[in-house]
């Protein structure tokens, strides 16, 4: 193994040691009290080398850096999943972003800030954070933690392939997926189970090594993670809403679509819900900010790219499954939406 390859058996010694954000954070911390001193220490440093560290303090972020974080600021290449340590000393900032975060506690605990409430995490627990809550962390200095982020697109991928059916679990994932302003928290009281400890510290050794094809192992290792949190008791399971409550005939609705994609319209959806087709039509946009057509479209090549990438099923008899009967009109919409026809990317994937 190469020198500065991270072995397994080396993961948790490697969290504990301070990294170069920590240290800064460390020294800026210890400074506080001594302005002088603190500026000296400072005026080593500009914001645009701070911020491609990750290093974030008041004063010194780029000017065009805002609150809200897209995918686009956080990812420099194609990786759907990044995975890093928490920085202890990290000053508290909040913070709004379009993608999923998932926060894991190995050791000790931390408090995550959601503007009204608190919330404590402990050893073991697994935290889901759905893109558009505004949030700060805080990291104890003995607190081991680890932040994964997930491109919505990922997750929206990974939610179709072991997530679906009727749970509390997908009713969170379907919620954060398609509803405006829905905010929520889903936490996973795990008590160290030790195969979700390892899952996630090898995916932390990989995203470290960065040995070839090591981005799909990534996401294989979070599909497994996935499943193995669906297994978790109902009762180790807490839902925090943040901000309106989630509007659970919305979540029924999406459920349905979900569920018969092939064949369903909203003439079948006003059947089951009881409600006329204008009016629902109106409502399935005003909750989700898009259209039936659209929302039911985007389930279908999700479903679609799922079965490119887990079967040898014929590219027609795959449109056919997902409800197009026309093959070339579900190839130009797949190209659309992911730049390659469905042959291309079978064999790029």
């Known amino acids: 193994m190469n020198e500065n390859e991270l072995d397994k058996s080396e993961v948790m010694q490697h969290l504990m040691q301070y990294n170069e954000q920590e240290l800064f954070y460390r020294e800026y911390a210890a400074l506080q009290t001594d302005e002088k001193a603190l500026n000296l220490f400072l005026n080593q440093y500009n ?11 008041n004063g010194m972020l780029p000017n065009d850096r805002e609150m809200f974080a897209p995918e686009t600021a956080m990812w420099d290449n194609q990786d759907d999943i990044y995975i890093e340590k928490y920085c202890r000393f990290m000053p ?16 000790n ?36 933690a ?3 982020i997930v491109r919505k697109s990922t997750f929206h ?65 979070f599909e497994i993670l996935l499943c193995h949190l669906l297994r978790c008791d109902s009762s180790n399971t807490e839902i925090m809403q943040i901000g309106q409550e989630a509007d659970s005939r919305m979540t029924q609705i999406l459920q349905y679509i979900e569920s018969n994609c092939k064949t369903i319209t909203i003439s079948d959806l006003s059947k089951e819900f009881h409600l006329s087709g204008p009016y629902l039509s109106k ?26 990438c887990s079967s040898n099923l014929r590219v027609e008899d795959i449109a056919d499954a997902v409800g197009y009967h026309n093959v070339e009109h579900f190839i130009r919409l797949f190209k659309h939406k992911y730049s390659k026809t469905p042959g291309q990317f079978r064999k790029g994937k």
């Open 47 to 57: 914001s645009h080398d701070l911020w491609k560290k990750r290093i974030y303090i």
């Open 92 to 107: 508290h900032h909040e913070a709004v972003h379009d993608y999923f975060e998932i926060v894991y506690v190995v050791e």
């Open 109 to 144: 605990a931390m408090d995550i800030n959601l503007g009204e409430k608190i919330i404590t995490l402990k050893s073991g627990d697994v935290c889901f954070i759905s893109p558009g809550i505004l949030h700060s962390p805080s990291v104890m200095e003995k607190t081991i």
């Open 146 to 148: 680890l932040q994964m």
């Open 157 to 221: 991928q990974e939610f179709f392939r072991c997530l679906t059916g009727n749970s509390v679990i997908s009713d969170f994932f379907l919620n954060a997926l398609y509803l405006q302003n829905d905010g929520s928290v889903l936490v996973f009281h795990m008590n160290s189970d030790e195969e979700i400890k390892n899952i996630f510290f090898t995916i932390y050794q990989e995203n470290y090594n960065k040995h070839a094809r090591y981005q799909i192992i990534i996401n294989s290792l």
């Open 283 to 308: 409502y399935i946009t005003s909750k989700t900010g898009n259209s039936f057509s659209s929302i039911l479209q985007e389930i279908r090549l999700e479903k679609a790219r799922n079965m490119l």
